[in-house]
């Protein structure tokens, strides 16, 4: 009953940009965090970045001073702004809610489809 619409994704030069979206719909009651992972290839699934609803945030080491996550409550939609991006940022990001459908429901994972970002060398 929730669904996640990722965006934003494609191919840039190091050191260009990017900004991902991603909005959840369907039966949410309340959200306490999204998060963006990724995976590239031969590698582990890693977070990427994490902001819960009263706005805390936290980063890998690797993105920490070029990316930045934000949130709009209101939309239930997450961002993350990619800058100076290079080819070791080259994976699927899959955006992450943790949320509830009702008030007495425990809260769970929720995954996006994954979008592609390439960064060319």
């Known amino acids: 009953q929730v669904q996640l619409v990722e965006s934003g994704g494609g191919l840039v030069q190091t050191g260009g940009s990017l900004r991902l979206s991603c909005a959840a719909s369907g039966r949410i009651f309340d959200i306490k965090a999204m998060s963006w992972y990724r995976q590239a290839p031969g590698t582990q699934r890693e977070l990427v970045a994490s902001?819960?609803?009263?706005?805390?945030?936290n980063y890998a080491d690797s993105v920490k001073g070029r990316f930045t996550i934000s949130g709009d409550n209101a939309r239930s939609t997450v961002y993350l702004q990619m800058n100076s991006l290079k080819p070791e940022d080259t994976a699927v990001y899959y955006c992450?809610?943790?949320?509830?459908?009702?008030?007495?429901?425990?809260?769970?994972?929720?995954w996006g489809q994954g979008t592609q970002v390439t960064v060319s060398s």
């Open positions: 902001i819960t609803s009263t706005g805390t945030t």
């Open positions: 992450n809610v943790v949320t509830r459908t009702t008030l007495l429901t425990p809260f769970r994972n929720y």
